[in-house]
């Protein structure tokens, strides 16, 4: 179908100088409103410093809530310090409500115990998360390392600095809360776009 002249101008106008997502278009109708901004939890679950993230997936950029890092001092037993992780949790939940959780996935740790005190502090967070009603999906870490520096093996670091350049932070997080802010950053880009292989609900 052919255009005319004006409309033909008119749509060279429009490619030199794109409408601001926030400007009516005249020759649009009517639209439902646009829905609300998604709320992400992150959590990077460790039995003496769980890292957790509260991110709005605004444009133009991501945007951190909050975040900080649960602190349980090597005195505590460990059952103390899952009460301690739920607690902060419920907590985070009750200042900044999120409408998903994503949270690092399993890894393999070549010390049973290790991963057995893991597992306890991952099974705290999940609890609480569940309780409180949220879809809760994860991530493997080597993939949330892709997503963020662009190789699954970067320090954590290297993860921390990108996180504060991807929020715009005005200072580097702390690292396990920076790993959480990370694994949601890498759950928003992972539900942006198709994927082959995307986060799973657990």
Known sequence: MGISPKQFA???????????????????TARPAVAPVRVILGIDPSL????????????????????GTIRCPASWERSRCLMRIAEVLGDVLRDHPAEVCAIEGLFYAQNLQTALIMGEARGAALATIAAAGLPIYEIPPAKVKLAIVGHGGAQKSAV?????????????????????????????GESGRFSTSPPRRV
């Open 48 to 67: 003496r410093g769980t890292g957790w993230g509260v991110l709005s997936s605004e444009r133009p950029h991501p945007r951190a809530v909050a975040y």
């Open 160 to 188: 921390a600095k990108m996180v504060q350049r991807l929020t715009h932070l005005t200072e580097i997080p702390d690292p396990d809360a920076a790993d959480a802010l990370a694994i949601a950053l890498a759950y928003v």
């Open 10 to 28: 008119e749509l060279q106008r429009r490619v030199a100088s794109p409408r601001r997502s926030d400007e009516p278009d005249p020759g649009a």
